[in-house]
């Protein structure tokens, strides 16, 4: 690659590492704990829970009904850099407000976790359709794993320190834990705003052939989702794949979402869950690379089917232990995999879609992605409380919950053994010769 080239591919990743401060200190790490012994202090934990599942559910929600339009609206006006940063915006400002909460004041918290969770989420929708103009060809897996690889290591860095902070509040100039913890809420703000300006300055956008503005850009991108609907199905690998991606994809996110969760209902430590966390972020970096070089020689099927059978393997053995150690080692298996998975699967994307419309096709990728998120934590809710009526102990039916889980993994896979790759390409080149009338 050619300087401006590898400036371009690492101004990108870096937004990884901006934003997954955002997925490690306030989604997986601070605030489920806040929440439910700060912001919640006195209420029931399955309350607390249900409000937490709530509010990532409606946040799903918006961005999965509103993802497809907007990223036709930015394919037709050449906007994928504008819409990333309107939404980094809301995130961030939403992200930095929550620093205000005070104990007790759990409805406005869920409403600023709300917009700062849509901001994340929408942003990354047109992060992740950069990714074609930005990696050469042929190294698209490499590039995508890069992102990922930088976000978990940027995510855990800031992670770690505002651990520090909540160990040792004093040491820092605050009161107490509660008090570092909400500056943590600031530090992530401003850690993804700062991290946010080489992608602003760096990456260029390419120009879309058929490029509008205004009224004519809103219009044409309501048109193009209807032939898009229509196109899907006849863009049979792109169908099959976005079917298991959102099955397996599941699985995954549910395991993020609810890991704190899980581990209080266990009856574990508030700092052996962090520490777990930290585990999975530090042992995520080296291992998303890897995963980036394994797609790369072996093939990104072979990588993300190999990445699905640890995580059965995870779902099923996550019901049956016992110990923080058992836990820590849990957490070190999901760091292989995670971001591995994600990568590649971002990646094998981008290499079967229609040229010159990744914003659009991203739109459903992240659609369904969000989707997704909503069905596995009502699977585990609706597994406890079918054990609960049965008469089942309140750990026994949580341990069963997580079982429920494989069920995505299993699915998914079979499914995704069903997609090539190669086929994929020719189905989009076609797809773009009849476009430019070739």
């Known amino acids: 690659m050619d300087r401006p080239r590898k400036r371009a591919v690492v101004s990108w990743a870096l937004y990884d590492w901006a934003n997954s401060a955002f997925a490690t200190t306030i989604i997986a790490g601070f605030f489920p704990i806040f929440f439910k012994q700060y912001l919640s202090a006195g209420v029931d934990t399955a309350v607390s829970t249900a409000r937490l599942g709530l509010a990532n559910s409606i946040s799903a929600i918006v961005i999965a009904l509103s993802a497809p339009f907007l990223g036709a609206i930015a394919d037709r006006g050449t906007s994928r850099k504008r819409f990333l940063m309107f939404f980094a915006i809301m995130g961030i400002t939403a992200t930095s407000a929550m620093s205000l909460a005070s104990q007790g004041s759990w409805v406005i918290a869920v409403w600023l976790y709300l917009f700062a969770s849509i901001g994340f989420s929408g942003g990354n929708v047109f992060y992740d359709s950069l990714l074609p103009g930005v ?225 659009e096709y991203f739109g459903f990728y992240n659609m369904l992605g969000k989707f997704a998120a909503i069905i596995g934590p009502v699977l585990i809710g609706l597994t406890g409380l079918l054990a609960r009526s049965l008469g089942i102990g309140g750990t026994l039916a949580t341990r069963l919950s997580i079982v429920s889980i494989s069920v995505l993994f299993l699915s998914g896979g079979i499914l995704f053994l069903f997609v090539d790759e190669e086929k994929g390409r020719q189905e989009a080149a076609r797809l773009g010769a009849q476009e430019t009338g070739g």
């Open 135 to 359: 990696a050469p060809e042929n190294r698209e897996h490499f590039v995508s794993s890069l992102g990922f690889a930088l976000g978990y290591l940027g995510g855990g860095v800031l992670f770690a320190i505002n651990v520090w902070m909540t160990l040792r509040p004093s040491f820092f100039g605050f009161t107490d834990a509660s008090q570092a913890i909400r500056f943590s809420f600031l530090s992530v703000g401003l850690w993804w705003a700062l991290f946010t300006i080489p992608l602003i300055i760096f990456v260029k956008e390419p120009r879309s052939i058929s490029a509008a503005r205004g009224k004519d850009m809103v219009i044409g991108g309501f048109r193009r989702i209807r032939s898009t609907f229509r196109e899907i199905r006849h863009l049979r690998m792109i169908f099959l794949f976005l079917i298991a991606y959102w099955l397996y994809i599941d699985g995954v996110d549910t395991i993020i979402r609810m890991a704190v969760d899980y581990g209080l209902s266990l009856g574990f430590e508030v700092k052996d869950l962090i520490l777990a966390l930290l585990i999975t972020q530090f042992v995520g970096f080296p291992s998303a690379i890897a995963f980036g070089y394994f797609g790369q020689k072996a093939g990104a099927k072979k990588a993300i089917l190999a990445a699905i059978c640890v995580y059965l393997f995870i779902s099923v053995w996550g019901a049956f232990i016992r110990s923080k150690e058992e836990f820590y080692l849990l957490a070190a298996i999901i760091g292989l995999v995670q971001g591995g998975i994600q990568a590649l699967s971002r990646s094998f994307y981008a290499r079967i879609i229609p040229k010159g419309r990744s914003a």
